[in-house]
């Protein structure tokens, strides 16, 4: 790549001709040589960029992100996806763990076991509440640590993107690790990402990193749908007072600033986390809960803009 580099380089290089030259020719010349380089160069630059590749059978794909562990990403990835579901019927919808080092969605999903493999010797998705699900954690024991470094974890993640049998999806619903390194690069470089969904709660050490995460989702070109404000309000079981532990209207705050939507807010609320400990989250076991009723209407802001994928 460095050798073709100077060697546009070289090519923009023209010795002086003199003065004799007329103005006019000189400038039209001038004007060619430069369309010649600027195409050498998108050629280079386009060789260092890996190629985008669909996933067979899925039409969309949704990637829901933090830049801070602990806001509730995954609780709220898989609740999207089951909202999603929820919100039509005919739709088909996946979810894929991302995080290598530490899968949840086998626990809140209630899934063990190993994939089967097909005839084609990729692995079959194991299914609940009608997602088909996707993680690492089907592939480790459950208690055993993933001692990896980044060329391995890309490669799992690759594995765990093209070596499935997805079948036919309206949506893949990604959970991605926190923070913005080789998952996310890999994930967004690899496939077509329809929208990216960031997750924050309203803390201020929580919105620098969100920021983080919107901010590199758009230098790669993957379209952010939008915030959603985790953990917002807490409201006293007992008296019904409501207190916001984390602050208030900090992601309303971040989303102003970099001229994006709030797609809504989820309450911090004991049942949301005791129903995703349990393997039955709050949209599937309490679906006229209010918590429930937050992810529905995430999940159809989510959609409403979503570009409509080619048939």
């Known amino acids: 790549m460095a050798a073709a580099w100077c060697r546009a ?3 923009a290089r023209v010795p002086c001709r003199g003065a004799c030259a007329a103005s006019s020719s000189g400038s039209a010349s001038s004007s060619s040589r430069d369309e010649v380089l600027q195409d050498k160069r998108a050629r280079i630059l386009s060789r260092g960029l890996p190629k985008q590749k669909p996933i067979e059978g899925v039409k969309q794909v ?4 933090s830049g801070k562990g602990g806001v ?3 609780t709220a990835a898989v609740n999207i996806a089951l909202a999603l579901a929820a919100n039509d019927s005919k739709k088909e919808v996946g979810l894929l763990d991302a995080d290598i080092y530490g899968p949840s969605i086998p626990k809140m999903m209630n899934l063990k076991g190993n994939p089967e493999l097909t005839p084609k010797n990729l692995m079959r998705p194991l299914k609940n509440y009608g997602i088909a699900c996707m993680s690492m954690g089907f592939l480790i024991d459950e208690t055993a640590p993933v001692v990896w470094r980044g060329l391995m974890v890309m490669s799992a993640v690759e594995k765990l993107l ?3 049998d997805w079948g036919q999806l309206d949506y893949l619903v990604i959970d991605m690790p926190p923070g913005t390194g080789d998952v996310q690069l890999s994930v967004s470089q690899n496939i077509p990402v329809a929208g990216a969904v960031i997750i924050s709660t309203p803390q201020d050490v929580a919105l620098l990193d969100a920021r983080k995460g919107a901010e590199m989702f758009r230098k790669v070109h993957v379209p952010v749908l939008g915030l959603v404000q985790n953990m917002s309000v807490f409201q006293c079981p007992k008296c019904k007072h409501e207190t916001h532990i984390f602050g208030a209207d900090g992601v ?3 989303a102003k600033t970099l001229g994006l939507d709030v797609l809504g807010d989820i309450p911090l609320h004991v049942n949301i986390r005791e129903t ?3 393997g039955q989250p709050v949209v599937i076991s309490q679906p006229q809960s209010d918590a429930a009723k937050a992810y529905i209407k995430i ?3 989510i959609v409403r803009r979503l570009q409509v994928p080619p048939a």
């Open 72 to 74: 509730g990403k995954s």
């Open 162 to 164: 093209r070596q499935v």
């Open 276 to 278: 995703c400990d349990s």
């Open 9 to 11: 380089v070289r090519a």
């Open 299 to 301: 999940a159809m802001e």
């Open 62 to 65: 949704l990637v829901v992100a």
């Open 252 to 254: 309303r705050d971040l």
